[in-house]
């Protein structure tokens, strides 16, 4: 057992960044994760910090152009790539109009959006939880609904290899040791349509319905919260402590 790759989206909604090892610190989520984002302009929140539900932001839900967007995350910049235009910013972001103004050209009808930076992260849940999926577990649910196994489907922070498919639903209420890092082992993550978009250049329509007809569930991976900060590598071993 082991920790295959670690991921994180700096923009939600967008691809992902592959990462050789990140520090965790304890009850909070993974450095850089979602902390910025495309918000409509015409979906105001109730406060303009902090949390709030993902219904705000630009998603793969309701497009498949954040898919098609290409991102090359390098330290200092990232490029953009997209039906033959690109947009290559420095890292950290500006919040000015570049990204915003760049992506409205693939929405004509919409009205716009605003990228904004919440430091604390914008996440599906309001909790401040790392998320895990098991390659197996994404192996055996892509057979069954006869889709491409690809976790980018999961958009997880940690993908963990070396396991039995669904391995992981055990562990619900253990410790899990990885390098340096203790975690607790909260709750399985129940997955939305979202999941349909395979990133890979398709969309799977009546994916959630395949899967909780083939294999009964709706749930691929688990969400964790950092009980011991410290640093995690690719490669780590994992160590369960049932309690």
């Known amino acids: 057992m082991h920790l295959a790759s670690i991921m994180r989206y700096p923009i939600k909604g967008f691809a992902g960044e592959s990462l050789l090892q990140a520090d965790l610190a304890p009850q909070q989520r993974m450095t850089g994760d979602r902390i910025y984002a495309l918000q409509h302009r015409d979906r105001v929140p109730p406060q303009d910090i902090g949390w709030r539900p993902k219904k705000y932001f630009i998603q793969s839900v309701q497009t498949d152009i954040l ?6 995350w390098s330290a200092d910049h990232a490029l953009f790539n997209c039906q ?27 009205s716009g959006f605003e990228f904004i930076h919440e430091p604390t992260g ?6 401040a939880f790392i998320s895990l999926v098991n390659q ?35 562990w619900i209420g253990a410790e899990l040791h990885i390098g340096e ?9 129940v997955r939305c349509l979202a999941t349909e978009c ?15 007809e083939s294999l009964n569930t709706d749930h691929c991976g688990v969400f964790l919260k950092t009980r011991v900060g410290g640093r995690l590598q690719t490669g780590d071993s994992l160590v369960i402590h049932h309690k």
């Open 67 to 72: 898919a098609e967007i290409d991102v090359h």
């Open 84 to 110: 033959g235009r690109s947009l290559s910013l420095p890292r950290p972001f500006d919040l000015d109009e570049s990204l915003a103004a760049w992506v409205a050209q693939f929405f004509p009808d919409a």
């Open 122 to 127: 914008l996440t599906d849940e309001p909790e």
């Open 136 to 170: 197996a577990t994404v192996d055996a649910i892509a057979v069954s609904t006869a889709t491409q196994a690809n976790p980018a489907r999961y958009r997880s922070n940690l993908v963990v290899d070396g396991l039995p498919p669904f391995a992981e639903t055990d």
């Open 181 to 189: 890092v203790t975690f607790d082992v909260i709750e399985p993550i």
């Open 198 to 212: 395979d990133w890979q250049g398709g969309r799977d329509k009546g994916f959630l319905t395949r899967l909780n």
